[in-house]
């Protein structure tokens, strides 16, 4: 499911949820230096999103990447259904932007090389867990 990058996905109260890493194979990108310095936290804070911060969908069905066709879940370990959620994050600097992310996006940084919106990225790598888990939080309480 495509879409562009810091699309508006759509406007909640004060809130504005923006996407980041809805990816198809005809999109391409390179490894940025800026990146490079951060890349391997950033892939582990990802992927602590993906186990403890992660808003679950629909449980019929899962995301596959379309550039290797890799479907995480046929991953055991904590990583069941980790192609059909998202994940919630608030801008670092700008508190009403949430930026809303497929949980494969830990897969398209590690593996393809996918740099996202560095806005994104900074937000990921200094948000507190406070930030990392609010979305959760909401989700377990109206459950
Ligand atoms: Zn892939």
Known sequence: MYKEDLAVLMESGNDTYI???WLTDTIRFKESFTLNKHRKNLISRLYYCNKYATIRMSKEGHHEC???HFD???RT???AEIGNGEILIRDKNKRNVIYVAPTM???YVDIHGYVPPMSFVESVLYAS???LLEFKRIEDANK
Do not use: A, K, P
Request: aromatic residues 16%.
């Open 19 to 21: 996407t980041v890493g």
């Open 77 to 79: 370990f904590n990583f």
């Open 105 to 107: 996006i830990c897969h």
């Open 72 to 74: 995480e879940s046929e």
């Open 129 to 131: 867990d406070d930030d």
């Open 66 to 68: 379309d550039y290797c």
